[in-house]
């Protein structure tokens, strides 16, 4: 039998895109139990889409249980209560509530979407799977099988050989060294009171971000959080030390037999609450915005043909910062385009032209529009705002503060953002023409 409910919520997701027209749209929410919320109503659409992000993820893993909380967040929907895995699928599905648990270096994640007319069962379930997940141990087998396949996969993936290496490189014994997914030994090696621990550890009520979009009021919205929250444990601070960029200038070339040797490249970029970070993200798009105007495809892919694709982006961790880029080539390729991006990389620290400035602007604010295309991303992108301790008006200023960058900004931050005498390249494969000069 066709289950209508679930029909009904993915007809209703794809009516579900509104516009962020100015700062009023968003609304903070204080909760009576001090849970802080922020809110875009929209009563148009019969559903609701909450976004919960939990500060401290498999950074705060314990030595040994690396890959716990990744473990711990994918049996979340694995059971919970009285309900096994079966029957809480089957609960969700009936009253078409859709749940995302996920988990990265610096939070944890939940994304729920549900019908109005299923609020409160379908928060009954959330909560349910917060508070009280079973950990099955067939489920958690299940799951960690499916991790262990992962891990070995990664053995032979160029790609994840060379994140690893990244890391390391950048990193050193920092926890964002460590793959978040653990290895095959941590994963192996995980207990139950190791999951729980986890989940104490990860689902905190201090420590959570909400952002909330759809058919609710603010009056209706501060019950509904303690309800759903209100039960979890204070986590108190997170201790963990800020990160010392390791890398240095150089290539390290991985020895690994594979047609597309793969390199990953980066060094030091700025934190989040930089005063130059949108002036580093523009000078960003110009250098490796994944667009076909930007300088690295147009040198690598368009001039030479050495890639299929290039690109670059910030990645402002919680404890360090970096910006860094990938991209694939023959083996016989590889050394001209490692020579081509270093040039580059060079050439960007002596500026952009205002030709470059201009387009990046047109394409950064006319783009900005589209990545809230529905409820969810909405919702995903007020709860990002609070983690970078952005504004509420940030979504009415932020085009304009783009458009309001002079060259000579740009061209400093870019000579502050690319130092050539910092990047590193790793590169995984047999290129030739190509060692290591590290």
Known sequence: MIQLRPLVLAGLMALSALPLRASNDIVEVISPGGITAWLVEEPSIPMLAIELNFRGGAVLDPEGQEGVTTLMMGLLEEGAGDLDASAFLQASESIA????FSAGQDSVNVSAQMLTENRAE?????????????????????????MLSGLARDVTDPDAIAYDAF?????GDHPYARNSDGTVETVAALDLAALRAAQARALVRDRVVVGVVGDITAAELGPLLDELL?????????????????LSAGVEVIDFPTPQAVALFGQEGLARDDPDYLTAYVANHIFGGRVVTSRLNQALREERGLTYGVGTALAPYDYGALISGRFSSTSGA?????????AEWARMAEGVTQDELNVAKTYLTGNYALSFDSN????????????????????????????????????RV???LFDPAKLEIIVVGQPTGLESSQ
């Open 97 to 100: 509530a859709r749940f995302r």
């Open 122 to 146: 379908s928060l009954a379930l959330l909560r349910l799977a917060l508070s009280a997940p079973r950990f099955d141990a067939v489920a958690v087998e299940r799951v960690r099988q499916q």
């Open 167 to 171: 890391s390391r490189a950048a990193f």
């Open 230 to 246: 209100g039960d979890l444990p204070e986590g108190g601070a997170i201790d963990v030390p800020q990160a010392e960029i390791g």
């Open 334 to 342: 590889m050394a001209e385009a490692i020579e081509v991006l270093r």
């Open 376 to 411: 969810g991303e909405i919702a995903r992108a007020i709860t990002g705002f609070q983690i970078a301790g952005l504004p509420r008006d940030y979504i009415e200023t932020r085009n304009d503060n783009v458009m309001a960058l002079t060259l000579d900004e740009v061209n």
């Open 414 to 416: 870019a000579r502050r």
